[in-house]
């Protein structure tokens, strides 16, 4: 994560902090793809974020936990690298604004920050229409909607050979997540966190005598219904 946006980061922390508390936003996941998910590969889970169309957004930075249920730690972890093209969806939050994206195609950075053991992610980003030059910036605030917009878009991985489930949620701890409007006012998420299952890589394939058993059955049975319907009585030797 690059030292303006860090910077960018502290400054609407504590603006945030000063204001008032303003209205709510929703943020949900989507399920993963593929669901499940197969051990020892990577899935992709999108982020979803909606509300009062009243209400405008100009910044986040949003932190994603991963925790084991059933699995064994580090079992499900944010994969390293992320994939950042979905800034320029047509469904993303700041499609055209965002600064995130402008970076990525100037200095090939991308917005996210991974904790050491790769169970906390982190990702921001924040309006700006280019009208002003750096470090100045134009804010250019979107207006919620009650049609989700995509926030962000997971990449995880998981360990070969483990099944397990794993909760992956979003901090609301305010230090760590922040939404916040135009004028700095602090947006409360409600989320519910969603639970990730990982199946067996290793599918379940017949021996080959097994097979073998099931064939020589199948065409024994088949000679005798074969023979009972030319009145022959069935012999199988």
């Known amino acids: ?24 936003i929703m943020v949900t996941f989507s399920q993963s793809s593929p669901n499940p998910i197969v051990a ?18 100009d910044f986040y930075l949003a932190e994603f936990l991963i925790t084991p249920e059933t699995g064994p730690v580090n079992g499900m972890q944010f994969a ?4 950042y093209s979905y800034l320029n969806a ?13 970076d990525l195609l100037s200095a090939g950075s991308g917005p996210g920050s991974l904790s050491p053991d790769q169970t906390r992610y982190s990702v921001g980003d924040y309006t700006d229409d280019l009208s002003q030059a750096p470090p100045g910036r134009g804010q250019a605030p979107v207006n919620m909607s009650a049609t989700p917009f995509l926030l962000a878009r997971i990449l995880i991985r998981t360990a070969p050979a483990i099944a ?15 939404f916040a409007d135009k004028d700095g006012m602090d947006l409360i998420p409600d989320t519910t966190p969603i639970l990730l299952t990982v199946g067996s890589s290793f599918a379940s394939v ?11 059955c199948l065409f024994a049975a088949l000679l005798r219904r074969g023979r009972s319907r030319n009145g022959r009585t069935p012999h199988i030797s």
Do not use: N
Request: glycine share 8%; charged share 15%; net charge negative.
């Open 1 to 24: 994560m690059g030292m303006c946006f860090r910077f960018v980061v502290g400054v609407f922390i504590l603006a945030t902090c000063l204001s008032k508390i303003d209205a709510g």
């Open 40 to 57: 020892g590969s990577t899935a992709t889970i999108d982020v979803l974020l909606s509300g009062d169309p009243a209400d405008t957004l």
């Open 80 to 83: 390293d690298p992320q994939d």
């Open 90 to 102: 047509d469904t993303y939050v700041f499609k055209g604004v965002s600064r995130s994206y402008f």
């Open 164 to 178: 397990g489930t794993y909760t992956l949620s979003l901090s609301t701890d305010p230090s760590h997540t922040v």
């Open 206 to 216: 017949p021996e080959p005598t097994t097979s073998l058993a099931s064939a020589a």
